[in-house]
């Protein structure tokens, strides 16, 4: 399940620190160290649009008690993405196998491994991220367990920025 979240973020933010502010302009001072005329043009910088971030959910606290191949539910669209990355929770008694898949069309099913190397180990009852700056149309996660989980769930979700920054 896909859920937008718009965020604000201005000049003054990223170079005075100030969380949340948001500047639409940002000057250039002179060599005296004035600021030059709010009148001209000169020295002033517009700012990009904000940007947004997209979560998704690939596996929603899924019971696997199997060792076969599973598919995520979505796949991360990154036509629009300047930064991306996933969080896998297994709560399992078993380390997971995720590896990056992807592919040119939304469909999980058909995605195929990306990379070679592409592949994570998730140990048992671990939270860990995975960033990549691998970039397809759609990425996505396909996991697998060399012996079968007897308890627990896994969980994995992902993030999109998209936008400028």
Known sequence: MKH??????GAESIIGGIAGATLTA?????????KPSDAGA????????????VDY???????????KTYYPDEL????????WGFD???????????ELIGGSRDIPASAGPIASGAVATIGKGLTLPI???IWMPYLGIRVSYKTSPTSG???????????LF
Not at 42 to 53: D, E, N, R
Not at 57 to 67: E, M
Not at 88 to 98: A, L, R
């Open 88 to 98: 896998v929770e297994n709560s399992t008694d078993q380390d997971v196998t995720c």
């Open 26 to 34: 940002l000057y250039f001072f002179t060599r005296s160290g004035k």
């Open 131 to 133: 960033a990549t700056d």
């Open 57 to 67: 959910t690939l596996f929603s606290d899924r019971v696997i008690t199997d060792t």
């Open 153 to 163: 769930k896994l969980r994995i979700t992902g993030w999109v920025q998209e936008g």
């Open 76 to 83: 991360l669209d990154l036509s629009q993405a300047t930064y």
């Open 42 to 53: 000169a020295g002033k910088i517009v700012l990009p649009p904000a940007y947004s971030m």
């Open 4 to 9: 937008r979240a718009k965020f604000e973020m």
